[in-house]
């Protein structure tokens, strides 16, 4: 139980996939211009990490070796069918919108990540924590780097207005905004580090 709630700390804060690993960094960028847009893909990416883990650490030992990644491959990309499917037939509106980037779970650099460091060399609990932790790292960063770029873009958060006055920085609806939106929370959570970090020597 230690370790499964270590692992799942681990994933939202100590190793976060986008502010720490900076991982799946195509949807962080992509899909980011809505805080909906941001949940969506993030449940949709733990729901993947979550499955793919789970079948690995069952058939760690029964996968050969020299054919762990293929296999990998075919695992994850069963479960991205599965979500891709699942979105279309219940969330239509937010399958459209998200577009391309579901099928592309598929060559997340931290779906395959996990399943190479994590899956493929401990037991079930130990993968599920790991998703699990992951999962929630990456659809929190995502989501606020999407509700950053929403509420500067265009003055909303979850498509309600809540600056009615505002004049929207159309940038942050566009690719560049979302570099810049990225780095400056980077920015900030490095600041936050150093910060702590001068506190606790004196």
């Not at 498509?159 to 920015?187: D, H, K, Y």
Request: proline letters at 4%; glycine letters at 10%; a positive charge.
């Amino acid at each position: 139980m230690e370790n499964f709630l270590k692992d799942i700390k681990n994933g939202i804060i100590t190793e976060n996939p986008v502010f720490v690993m900076l991982l799946g960094m195509c949807p962080a960028l992509g899909i980011t211009t809505t805080a909906i847009n941001g949940i969506g893909m993030g449940l949709a990416t733990t729901f993947v990490l979550l499955g793919s883990n789970i079948v690995i650490s069952l058939l760690r030992k029964v996968i050969p070796n020299e054919v762990r990644i293929p296999s990998f491959i075919v695992i994850i990309a069963t479960f991205v069918t599965l979500v891709d499917m699942l979105m279309n037939a219940f969330f239509p509106g937010l399958h459209d919108a998200l577009g391309v980037f579901i099928p592309l779970i598929v060559v997340n650099c931290l779906i395959l990540q996990r399943a190479e460091a994590m899956a493929s060399k401990n037991s079930l609990g130990r993968a599920v924590g790991d998703a699990l932790g992951m999962g929630l790292g990456f659809t929190l960063a995502i989501t606020s780097l999407a509700a950053f770029r929403e509420i500067l873009g265009n003055g909303t958060i979850f498509e309600f207005t809540i600056l009615p006055n505002f004049i929207p920085l159309r940038v942050m609806t566009q690719s560049s905004g979302a570099f810049i939106a990225l780095g400056l929370m980077l920015a900030f959570i490095k600041w936050v580090e150093i910060t702590k970090k001068g506190g606790s020597r004196a």
